[in-house]
């Protein structure tokens, strides 16, 4: 996806940021690919999860990951190591080969708010999916995440204001503003400026 002089996702029209979180690695096995490795931040939205690889001299700056395209997302806490996100993402319009596979560790502090937003944000979804009347989700919606889901061991950022809306994410623009997701066809990833090494 496009990304601002900042290194932030531009923001699709109707699509609200929700939360960020840095100090996470992540993982992306894309069929017909190599695994690509990251480490940065993660920032939430109405509708998509946006993979920000912060990590000196990156082989790829960032990768999307359309919450209506995903599935088998589960939440796991090993007895050693970080917690982690996983599941599974369908291509978005064939820019990368096949399906991918995250996985996304939380290094550092608690998931409680993170999970909170996300958990909210996806049952909006799956609702919306199924044609179901679902709570309307805003800027002020998105603020009172901050006490609903507050845990001082959790570094998640809510984003109290959000940034301004660009009209260059064409291809995530259908996944935004309304109840009517399409059906699949998922997640478009920037392209290597030269293919990575393996690992």
Known sequence: PPLSSTGTPLRVPGELF??????????????GMITLEGEGEVILTSARLVLVNTK???MW???????????????????FGANYLQGTVQPLYGLIPGKATF??????????????????????????MKGQVVSHID?????KLESAYADPNDPTVIFVN???????????????????V???SSAPVTAP???PPTH
């Not at 608690?110 to 996806?122: A, D, N, S, V």
Request: proline fraction near 10%; hydrophobic fraction near 30%; aromatic fraction near 10%.
């Open 162 to 180: 959000q940034p301004p809306e660009s009209n260059q994410n064409t291809h995530m623009q259908k996944y935004v503003g309304g109840p009517a």
């Open 18 to 31: 929700v939360l960020s979180r840095k100090h996470m690695e992540f993982e992306l096995n894309i069929d």
């Open 103 to 128: 996985k996304i560790w939380f290094m550092h502090g608690g998931c409680t708010k993170f999970l909170g937003g996300y958990r909210k944000i996806m049952e909006n979804l799956q609702k919306s």
């Open 56 to 58: 000196s001299y990156p």
């Open 61 to 79: 700056f960032a990768f999307d990951i359309p919450l209506a395209l995903m599935s088998q997302d589960t939440f796991e806490q090993p007895v």
């Open 182 to 184: 399409p059906q699949p």
């Open 193 to 195: 400026q030269q293919t």
């Open 139 to 143: 800027p002020g919606s998105v603020e």
